[in-house]
T-cell receptor, first 114, second 114 residues
Framework: GNSVTQMEGPVTLSEEAFLTINCTYTATGYPSLFWYVQYPGEGLQLLLKATKADDKGSNKGFEATYRKETTSFHLEKGSVQVSDSAVYFC?????????????FGSGTRLSIRP | EPEVTQTPSHQVTQMGQEVILRCVPISNHLYFYWYRQILGQKVEFLVSFYNNEISEKSEIFDDQFSVERPDGSNFTLKIRSTKLEDSAMYFCADRGQPMNTEAFFGQGTRLTVV
């Protein structure tokens, strides 16, 4: 079945550091890939998405590229801020099925030190 | 980002009681999900609901759970007889139509069973 694997956290970085959160997936069809972010005490917000191979999703300085050859969708940001502290979830949805649910990874907690 | 509204934001209930969690999705949309997140853990799929019918459900979604859209707007999740282990954040998500790639999540309802 379909699944998502994320690097385990927590990840602690200093402000302005470079961020990478690894995500790999297993899918039988043609998944769309997502990163969702959950700020403390809040719900899930869509951060970015990519719907086909080699697409790059980007938002708020974050980027992720859909790599079919390595089945990966790693999240990157060149210079993190304290306000980026949150839990980040990689997720997929298999568009080949009209009833497809969104499957989440286990989440990676990111803490940024001033 | 489109807004999905959930009520209440926090509910405390005694074990064995029935609870109803409510979601107001985006107008004219047809495809919804319920997810839950036990504190600090993974976001787990419960059920998907398309065009007023359940399209998929997980093993978690047993006979104690039900969903409906009684008035064509509110989308509800009912837990018939709550257990301590039902304590979690419950998220409603709106996907609009099956061909859409992403889903938009509400802020969640924190359910505490005592």
């Amino acid at each position: 079945g379909n699944s998502v694997t994320q690097m385990e956290g927590p990840v602690t970085l200093s402000e302005e550091a470079f961020l990478t959160i690894n995500c790999t997936y297993t899918a039988t069809g043609y998944p769309s890939l997502f990163w969702y972010v959950q700020y403390p005490g809040e719900g899930l917000q869509l951060l970015l998405k990519a719907t086909k191979a080699d697409d790059k999703g980007s938002n708020k300085g974050f980027e992720a590229t859909y790599r079919k050859e390595t089945t990966s969708f790693h999240l990157e940001k060149g210079s993190v801020q304290v306000s980026d502290s949150a839990v980040y979830f990689c997720a997929l949805s298999d568009r080949s099925s009209s009833a497809s649910k969104i499957i989440f990874g286990s989440g990676t907690r990111l803490s940024i030190r001033p | 980002e489109p807004e999905v509204t959930q009520t209440p934001s926090h509910q405390v209930t005694q074990m064995g009681q029935e609870v109803i969690l409510r979601c107001v999705p985006i107008s004219n949309h047809l495809y919804f999900y319920w997810y839950r997140q036990i504190l600090g853990q993974k976001v787990e799929f419960l059920v998907s609901f398309y065009n007023n019918e359940i399209s998929e459900k997980s093993e978690i979604f047993d006979d104690q759970f039900s969903v409906e859209r009684p008035d064509g707007s509110n989308f509800t999740l009912k837990i018939r007889s709550t257990k301590l282990e039902d304590s979690a954040m419950y998220f409603c998500a709106d996907r609009g139509q099956p061909m859409n790639t992403e889903a938009f999540f509400g802020q969640g309802t924190r359910l505490t069973v005592v």
